[in-house]
């Protein structure tokens, strides 16, 4: 009954999308208000439908209905029930439907907030929308369809892959898909643009929030799967430029573009093109991620063949949508024009090199991820291009991005007097550079990403901090004035410096564990002791468990050293219901290192094989993504986007500048 | 995050069905230069039946023989080029999670900093053009014509 129930609602969603893409449109173009005003209610009831088929699939998992094949082929009844909920979305056909539902939620969200934009903007807008909607909605229903029932449903079904239950992964995804779905709405709204002519500050300031919030739960999202590969693959890794994970940081670069770009858009009027471009950019990279991820052309070209519809269908929306997208950019980019004008030295040249290095390194992922697909279609042969060939040739634009940052982001607007606005950034890069030849000569015989990584993270995070003392004129201004400046700073100034010393963190992070980790794999016996970096190791004893849906081999290992002494117990488990084993490490977390013990096989000369690292400051990568994240957030609560509803300037009157 | 991909396209458990460790202790050889060798080798060779793993971080059957098959051709001598060559030429370039720098592979290796270039040349102009532009005088036509006609006299 529910499975019918939400069968019906997707339908009549559909039909709703429809009617949206298609008269507001109309509306606009002749400006009838009645028109365009209907784009209001349709994106509402979409929502209301999406949800209610949501919870209707929802529903279905947590009775453990059978006789629906997703239920049967994804859930089980032992299964705990949070992961009856998060297993909705753990396979394709449910996250597809959790797409669309987002993809309804941001409609809905411009349609019941975006009072305050032209009606004819939020007509185009969300006639856009309604197109995305469409496009998803259709793959939905004609290749993905959740309710499908069974004739003869099963008694038990053959639950969930054990390694998707897990909290981490359990929200990993939803994240995920508000980042990728979220860009649409920088799409739309770039589409609605270019339909109109018309870029100005206002429209910035009504893309930046949208895109922004996709960028918080995009960087999340990304986080959240770096983290869970992290303790739950069982050697500690925590980003492998696996096809799946460039999928998802491919947009993420990219919507880090625009949000800088939509900047310079909005303070000083320029750029526009460039952002529109990039705004339709950023989405088609979220669908070219949802196309490698859900066609399975990426585990090769033949797998993609033999099941091609769904493929085909992906790659169809793709298609409509960059290709529909960037013609739109061609035919009426050249609207866009914008007159104001910048010196070299400035923060807009500052924002293009941030463009410039951001765009290319997206790009660099893009061919690197492609190419052996180009390969294998063009010549037949099948090759690999694995992390070795993403860390040389990614790493240095992101090197040079860094060095530039504290630059780029304390020069005025306009023009800059290069040695003025690097007074207070003189300071600190002495203290980067000394930290980083000290790193360099403390460390005995450690790689060289260690003095490397120190020097550019300090540089950034404390440039960021100076810029912020700049800001509030400290110590050049009595202390009180200081406070009062500080007082009165808008939020995306906080937001600036928590994003910018976030990315600090994270390579503080990355190149600590990169360079300092200790790994040791032995076999041990029980009561054996043995000494990894400044740790005494004990495996005391294994012993056999059970859990709610599966079977445990679980070790006891005391860890001791001068200062301190605990327990670790990493654990194999057996998922009953799959007979399929997964490794739970056992980590003891902190923020100046990780110890991370993995509990290997039994070994045939008796003892276990035992895989212990010490992975010094390995947290801070989460941390920065965190604070990053929050700087995000903390900037999307700034005031000109709830209050100073910007309200269209009319045509200010200059002299137009001969060209 | 690379399970999830098998999960969520193949869905098909059964291929991670043999539990293993990485590299296993007994793997390992005595010598640890020639053992260090054989960990750097085996990163960058790819575990022919995973998704994008290399044979080191592998748990799959045959990624352990492919450690086993470095560490013996090391033990028997072997530089890595050697070893890795001698990998290459029986399962193909495919192992390689580092593409070579020949044939085709080129335009990959310099795809970034081709990019970095025309990009950079299309910056930079875009800057220059507005550096270049007269700055706004901020008389509108009429004011313009008014000031040349008040300066004419």
Not at chain 1, 249 to 276: C, G, N, Q, Y
Not at chain 1, 330 to 348: G, W
């Amino acid at each position: 009954m529910y499975a019918e129930l939400g069968q019906y609602a997707i339908i009549l969603a559909l039909i709703f999308a429809v009617i949206q893409a298609i008269i507001p449109l109309i509306g606009a173009q002749k400006g009838w208000n009645n028109w365009m005003a209907l784009a209001v209610p349709t994106a509402q009831i979409q929502f209301i439908l999406l949800f209610l088929a949501f919870a209707a699939l929802t529903y279905s998992f947590v009775v453990s209905d059978f006789s629906v094949l997703l239920v049967a082929a994804n859930s089980a009844v032992d299964k705990p029930l949070v992961y009856k909920f998060t297993g909705v979305w753990a396979n394709h056909e449910g996250s597809m439907l959790l797409w669309n539902l987002i993809l309804a939620i941001f409609g809905a969200a411009v349609a019941t907030f975006g009072a305050n934009l032209p009606p004819a903007l939020r007509a185009r807008v969300l006639s856009v929308q309604a197109m995305i909607g469409v496009a998803f909605l259709a793959f939905l229903i004609f290749t993905s369809n959740p309710f499908l029932r069974l004739e003869n449903p099963p008694l038990e079904g053959s639950g969930l892959n054990p390694l998707l239950q897990d909290p981490g992964l359990a929200l990993h995804p939803p994240f995920l898909y508000l980042g990728y779905v979220g860009l649409s709405m920088a799409f739309s709204f770039a589409i609605a643009a270019l339909i109109e002519g018309k870029v100005d500050a206002a429209w910035a300031r009504w893309v930046r929030p949208w895109t922004l919030a996709a960028w918080v739960f995009l960087t999340l999202g990304i986080s959240l799967g770096s983290w869970w590969a992290y303790y739950e693959l069982g050697w500690g890794g925590w980003w492998f430029w696996d096809p799946v994970e460039n999928s998802s940081f491919m947009p993420w670069l990219v919507a880090t573009a625009l949000l800088h770009s939509a900047i310079v858009v909005e303070k000083r009027d320029t750029l526009k093109a460039w952002t529109v471009l990039l705004a339709i950019l950023a989405f088609s990279f979220s669908l070219i991620g949802t196309f490698l991820v859900r066609s399975g052309v990426l585990t090769s070209v033949h797998a993609f063949a033999t099941d091609p519809r769904r493929g085909m269908f992906v790659l169809l929306i793709l298609a409509l949508t960059i290709g529909g997208g960037l013609t739109m950019y061609a035919l009426r980019a050249n609207k866009l024009k914008s007159h104001s004008v910048f010196a070299t030295f400035s923060r807009e040249s500052g924002l293009v090199l941030n463009n410039l290095l951001l765009s290319v390194s997206a790009a660099v992922v893009l061919v690197g991820t492609m190419w052996p697909l180009v390969i294998e279609f063009a010549t037949g042969e099948k090759i690999s291009v694995g992390p070795p060939f993403f860390d040389m040739a990614f790493t240095p634009f992101m090197i040079v991005l860094v060095m530039a940052l504290p630059i780029g982001s304390i020069l005025p607007w306009k023009r800059a007097n290069l040695g003025r606005s690097m007074k207070p950034l003189w300071g600190v890069m002495a203290i980067s550079v000394t930290l980083g030849a000290l790193v360099w000569s403390l460390q005995t015989g450690g790689r060289i990403i260690a003095p490397i990584g120190m020097t550019l993270a300090a540089w950034i995070i404390l440039g960021a901090i100076a810029d912020f003392g700049n800001r509030i004129r400290f110590r050049k201004v009595p202390f009180g004035e200081s406070m009062r400046r500080l007082g009165n700073l808008p939020r995306s100034d906080w937001g600036k410096v928590l994003a910018h010393s976030g990315m600090g963190l994270i390579i503080f992070g990355i190149s600590s564990v990169t360079a300092w980790e200790i790994e040791d794999i032995r076999t041990t016996r029980y009561g054996e002791t043995y000494d990894v970096g400044s740790y005494t190791f004990t495996l005391n004893n294994v012993k056999d468990l059970e859990g709610p849906n599966y079977s445990i081999v679980r070790g006891e290992v005391l860890v001791e050293s001068e200062t301190e002494s605990f327990l670790l117990y990493p654990e194999k488990r057996i998922y009953t219901a799959q007979q399929q084993p997964t490794t739970e490490a056992g980590i003891d977390m902190g923020l100046t290192r990780d110890v991370y013990i993995v509990l290997g096989d039994k070994q045939e000369a008796g003892g276990y094989a035992m895989r212990v690292y010490i992975k010094p400051f390995v947290n801070w990568i989460w941390i920065g993504t965190l604070v990053m994240s929050l700087g995000g957030l903390v900037s999307l609560f700034d005031r000109r986007f709830r209050v100073a509803a910007p309200s269209r300037k009319g045509r200010k009157t200059t002299a137009a500048p001969a060209e | 995050m690379k399970y999830l991909l098998i999960i969520l396209m193949l869905s098909s458990p059964a291929m991670l069905a043999s539990p293993a460790m990485a590299v296993e202790p007994s793997e390992m050889l005595d010598n640890p230069e020639l053992e260090a060798r054989a960990r750097v080798i085996s990163k960058g060779l790819r575990c022919l039946v995973c998704q994008n793993e290399n044979i080191d971080d592998s748990n799959s059957g045959l990624a352990a023989d492919l450690r086993i098959l470095v560490r013996e051709r090391l033990t028997e001598g072997d530089t890595n080029q050697g070893v890795v060559d001698y990998i290459v030429d029986r399962f193909g370039e495919y192992v390689l999670l580092k593409p070579t720098f020949s044939g085709t592979n080129m335009l990959l290796w310099a795809s970034g900093p081709l990019l970095l270039i025309l990009g950079g040349i299309g910056a930079v102009s875009f800057i220059r053009s507005r550096g270049k532009q007269r700055p706004e005088t901020g008389l509108d036509e009429d004011e313009t014509k008014k000031l040349a006609s008040l300066l004419e006299d």
